[in-house]
């Protein structure tokens, strides 16, 4: 299910997480949290990382708990090294970040800790509109929503011959055929974007793969290293060093295709998303058509 906001936490802060998630809900951005949306059966770290890349933005519900929290940190850096989404850290503690500093360090954080906590959630769907790219409609602020309340309405386009149902099918109509090119840029930006970073992760991978090849061969040559041509233990040492390094390139390589193996799945999922919307697009559209011309 598409969804707007990721929500990470600590299993100690559920109660913050569902108060949340309610709020946004109600205010029309989907959340994703684990143990609401992980399937029965399915594979945990797949379906973060698979809810994580299809997020537009990351709620980190930050306390002494998620701060210690391993999965919270991978989720973190997945968020951030990986796959570049935003992340906006809801601090319920007055803590400053141990385990998350490196991460948390060059972040603006939303302080929460003051109560009452409904006015911090309030405050909280203002930021994550701001946070997230406008698609299909146009997210605003209070203020704004205000100010154009107050701007004077403009005069109703006339419809020559047509009736009340007509004018409303026509704009409809329209307003979905305005719609759909800004969906599909969207989707083609999220699949390209996708794309980019599994081709950069595959260069990162082949270059870790002919460094580590390399490494290899330093190592043979130094076995072979005679006494007379390096000093005693000079050459046992500098194949150890070599090996040493290979074996992190090794690591590195299984990473990075790691890396690519997961991107590649995101580009299909999004593929198979953005065509599933483009055909419900579609089919709207001809109704909405069809309407109009019958209401004639």
């Keep these: 299910m598409a969804h707007v906001a990721f929500i990470s936490y600590s299993k100690d802060d559920k109660g913050t997480v569902e108060a949340i998630c309610k709020t946004l809900e ?6 994703w949290y684990a143990s609401r949306n992980v399937p029965v059966g399915a594979d945990w770290d797949a379906s973060i990382m698979e809810a994580l890349a299809a997020s537009r933005v990351m709620i980190l519900v930050w306390s002494s708990h998620s701060d210690q929290s391993k999965q919270v940190k991978r989720e973190v850096a997945l968020a951030l090294d990986e796959i570049g989404v935003t992340v906006i850290p809801f601090r319920i503690e007055s803590i400053e970040p141990s385990k998350l500093l490196y991460y948390l360090s060059g972040i603006q954080w939303f302080d929460a800790s003051i109560p009452p906590l409904e006015a ?11 946070a997230i790219p406008t698609v299909g409609q146009l997210l605003v602020s209070e203020e704004e ?13 006339a419809h020559l011959g047509l009736g009340p149902a007509a004018e409303t099918a026509e704009g409809q109509l329209r307003q979905e055929e305005q719609k759909n090119p800004e969906k599909e840029s969207h989707l083609l930006s999220e699949v390209e974007a996708l794309q980019a970073a599994e081709a950069e992760a595959l260069e990162e991978a082949e270059a870790a793969a002919y460094r580590q090849t390399r490494l290899r061969a330093e190592v043979e040559n130094l076995r072979r290293a005679d006494a007379t041509v390096l000093p005693p233990g000079e050459a046992e040492a500098l194949r150890r060093a070599a090996e040493l390094e290979a074996v992190e390139y090794a690591e590195k390589k299984a990473r990075l295709v790691a890396k690519v193996e997961f991107l590649h799945q995101a580009v299909e999922n999004t593929i198979q998303r953005a065509e599933k919307e483009l055909d419900e697009n579609a089919i709207k559209t001809e109704t909405l058509a069809a309407d109009a011309k019958n209401n004639k």
């Design 145 to 157: 929503k205000l100010k154009r309340s107050q701007m004077p309405e403009k005069e109703p386009e």
């Design 26 to 31: 109600e205010n029309g951005l989907d959340c």
């Design 120 to 130: 911090n959630l309030n405050r909280l769907v203002e930021q994550v509109k701001i």
